[in-house]
């Protein structure tokens, strides 16, 4: 049986400022279960945005599809109209999206924000979808989703605006919601308060979520697999254990090195702030014809300066594209 999402050899551009093509995303492969947590960790520019934004066709005018495909239950979505694309979004496919302040309509009241996505697919009567919206905001924890119905965004806090908007992404119940760094903008026992939620509906509604994460925690708690994305590309790909535990690629294990750590029992500075990765990420317009990580890593050898690397696929089911594994 075909995954529930299904992306092959996806290779998105952008049009930068000197007329030389930008490289979002470069040659990216991968599945997505029924009911299955895919984290996707990787640093800020490396193409996860994109990603999801390609497979809802949401792109921006200045970036294109330069090849590849993008199926949903077998189903091609590049070659949807925009009609048949609205149809999918928020029915069968949704995304949330980091920051709830710019996602929610600032004049508009809340409720009908969530009611709004139900009536778009469904062909109920306004009563009922409002009705539908108050019983989704009470699913996501609201003790009085009466009084959230009626408040504008700005009466509520940014941990109440990001329910709002999970609530809006499940009301037709998806079989696939996109969550990109759903909790980054928020403070940490919100974020924890919210990654508990977003794995009891991911329980309750059996739903799959691809999840966009710079919170090792939340892809710890909630990942069934995990996956690096540097410069467009996946270098690693495992289950939370052995990339967390036991990562490959070098950027992986730099990652996991910048972590901030706890105090030493002298309270040394030097001890509790880590190194960061050295060096910059590449110019997606002047990526190096090898690895793209090169000029960054400790490990690097011959082969990584002339070509880019191929995956390679391990004894233990990982995946990881780096010569020192093969390439």
Request: glycine share 10%; hydrophobic share 40%.
């Amino acid at each position: 049986m075909p995954a529930l999402l299904e992306v092959r050899d996806l290779t998105v551009h952008y049009t930068s400022g000197n007329g030389a093509p930008a490289v979002a995303v470069d040659e990216l492969s991968l599945d997505v279960e029924e009911g299955e947590v895919v984290g996707l960790l990787g640093e800020s520019g490396c193409g996860k945005t994109t990603l999801l934004l390609a497979i809802l066709g949401l792109l921006p005018e200045s970036a294109h599809v330069v090849k590849g495909s993008i199926r949903f239950r077998g189903r091609e979505l590049r070659t949807l109209s925009g009609a048949e694309l609205r149809g999918l979004r928020g029915a069968e496919v949704s995304i949330i999206f980091q920051e709830p302040a710019l996602a929610l309509n600032p004049v508009r009241r809340v409720g009908p924000q969530v009611a709004e996505v139900v009536r778009a697919h469904r062909r109920w009567s306004r009563r009922r979808c409002r009705e539908e919206a108050l019983s989704m905001l009470a699913e996501v924890g609201f003790t009085a989703p009466e009084r959230v119905h009626d408040s504008y965004p700005h009466e509520l806090s940014g941990g109440e605006r990001q329910r709002v908007v999970i609530a809006q992404a499940l009301a037709c119940r998806p079989a696939l919601i996109l969550a990109d760094e759903p909790t980054a903008s928020l403070d940490s026992t919100t974020q924890a308060e919210l990654r508990a939620l977003l794995g009891a509906l991911q329980s309750r509604f059996g739903l799959a979520l691809l999840l966009v994460s710079h919170d090792l925690g939340a892809l710890a708690a909630l990942a069934h697999r995990v996956l690096v994305m540097y410069a467009g590309r996946l270098v690693e790909a495992g289950g939370p254990t052995q990339v967390f535990g036991d990562p490959l690629h070098p950027y992986s294990r730099g990652l996991l090195r910048a972590l901030p750590r706890a105090p030493d029992p002298a309270g040394s500075r030097e001890q509790r702030i880590p190194p960061p990765i050295p060096g910059m990420s590449p110019d997606p317009a002047h990526l190096p014809p090898g690895c793209a990580f090169e000029p960054r890593c400790p490990d690097r050898l011959p082969p990584c300066v002339e070509r880019p690397p191929q995956e390679t696929r391990l004894a233990d089911g990982r995946h990881v594209r780096c010569f020192k594994y093969g390439g």
